[in-house]
């Protein structure tokens, strides 16, 4: 059975949920124990799912009574078809369709045949399965998934990428609004979760919650939502305007505590930042390199360009060292702990269909390298070697690094995706402190160091 009821006295929310950014609503959560209920016990369903998988939830209403469809994203146990999920939106599957015949047909093309001749067959069949999404919306009306995707990218990006990603459609979003409209029901909530192990790129938490893809099904959902009252993108709320305090200051630079919760330069919807403040004081002033928003402490701004440039230099040439204080989630049960002190060194590159996360890649991604030492059992210090995005979040989330998130990180650790955006509270921040830093005077050449306790109710240290 596809539909199930949903039995709750909990009242559905007045919007949708916003898809890329949320947190499930308690229907969701009632939902979801219920799926993942099923399958603990369906074991052949368990041990593809323990591999790894996402999963999602839709709670609708079907005249006045509440219910909820369930999905996953591509196949489960190599399948498209278990009754008690919603079905794919296209089922490219079937062992006598013109996709498997073609596609079988391609792969039995010799390693002589005309390489292009090839490609152009391989392309050619993954336009025409494109074509077979046809998407609908909550306005009643429908779009083949090509022209989606180009009516949302536009010129920007179709020059080069004129056909979406490959899987695109088969997540859980997409599958579970395309059966809602198909069969009448009204979409109330939507939650996913991840189901198994972590995948060796990525970093994602069994039974955690996270928002949809955004590279995959930002195009398609921002389409299918249309009709929809949908909460609005946490990104664009106002976040408190934090006083930014001046730690040192001379004619040529300054060095401030940026607190958690601000930015270092204006972002595309929020503009109170470290560099507005500073400029609004001194109009020709540029911040010198940056902290993550939930990251606090010790950052540098240039007040004339050529103190930026000079300190841009020693960036380039790592002239400058940082040192930065992380409280960490408590180890898992079990979990082996890693040695006290040491060195990581995974490369790192963007998770390019799921922006801004960053991943793992031994093969492609640059070099990234921390120094690490415990100070207690869950405080470390954390010395970076190089200036990766979102480096020593991942270096201390992933299983080949510390295996431990840093606490309050929403997009690797155990936080809520998106809660703190939505709910901003400083108990519930990043706890990752800038305490550090050495550099050379741009026009002096004497060399400089501050130290920036991290003073917080959870973390006195520096």
């Not at 009821?5 to 949920?17: I, V």
């Not at 074991?43 to 996402?54: N, T």
């Amino acid at each position: 059975m596809t539909l199930h009821p949903l039995y709750s006295d909990e009242k559905p929310p007045e919007r949708f949920t916003y898809p890329f950014g949320y947190e499930p609503h308690p229907l969701c959560r009632q939902a979801a124990t219920e799926v993942q209920t099923y399958i603990a016990s369906h074991k052949e369903l368990q041990d593809d799912a323990d591999r790894g998988k996402m999963f999602g939830v839709l709670v609708c209403e079907q005249q006045g009574q509440l219910v909820f469809l369930a999905a996953y994203s591509g196949l489960l146990a190599g399948r498209n078809d278990w009754d008690y999920f919603v079905p794919p939106v296209f089922d490219a599957q079937q062992p006598d369709g013109y996709f498997k015949q073609e596609e079988r047909a391609i792969s039995a093309m010799t390693a002589e045949t005309d390489r292009e001749s090839r490609k152009q067959r391989s392309q050619k069949l993954q336009r025409w399965l494109f074509d077979q999404y046809r998407m609908l919306n909550a306005e009643g009306q429908s779009s083949q998934l090509v022209d989606i995707w180009q009516g949302y990218y536009r010129d920007r990006v179709v020059r080069k990428f004129p056909l979406p990603p490959g899987g695109t459609g088969d997540c859980c979003a997409p599958k579970l609004l395309q059966y809602a409209y198909q069969h009448g029901l009204q979409p109330r909530c939507m939650a996913e979760f991840w189901w198994g192990q972590s995948p060796r790129q990525e970093i994602r938490h069994h039974l955690q919650y996270y928002p949809a893809c955004s590279g995959k099904c930002k195009p398609v959902l921002s389409w299918m939502l249309k009709g929809l009252n949908v909460d609005p993108d946490p990104d664009t709320l106002s976040h408190p305007r934090k006083p930014i305090a001046i730690v040192y200051e001379d004619d040529s630079l300054l060095v401030v505590d940026k607190p958690s919760g601000v930015l270092s330069v204006p972002g595309r919807n929020e503009t109170y930042s470290v560099e507005t403040v500073m400029r609004e004081r001194y109009p020709d002033s540029y911040v010198a390199h940056r902290l993550d928003m939930g990251t606090s402490g010790l950052l540098i701004v240039a007040k004339t360009l050529d103190a930026y440039r000079d300190l841009q230099d020693q960036f380039l040439h790592h002239e400058v060292r940082k040192r930065y204080v992380a409280l960490l989630e408590p180890p898992a049960a079990g979990q082996v702990l890693c040695p006290a002190k040491g060195t990581i060194r995974l490369p790192m590159r963007p998770d390019m269909t799921n922006r801004p996360l960053q991943m793992v890649d031994m093969e492609h991604g640059k070099t990234a390298v921390t120094d690490y030492e415990f100070i207690d059992s869950n405080t470390v210090s954390l010395t970076p070697h190089t200036g990766r995005t979102h480096q020593l979040r991942v270096h201390c989330a992933h299983p080949d690094g510390l295996g431990r998130p840093i606490q309050g990180d929403e997009l690797y650790g155990h936080t809520n995706p998106t809660t703190s955006r939505i709910h901003p509270d400083d108990t519930d921040r990043l706890m990752l402190h800038a305490a550090e830093i050495w550099f050379r005077h741009p026009v002096t050449n004497q060399p400089m160091h501050f130290v920036l306790p991290f003073r917080h109710d959870k973390l006195h240290l520096i």
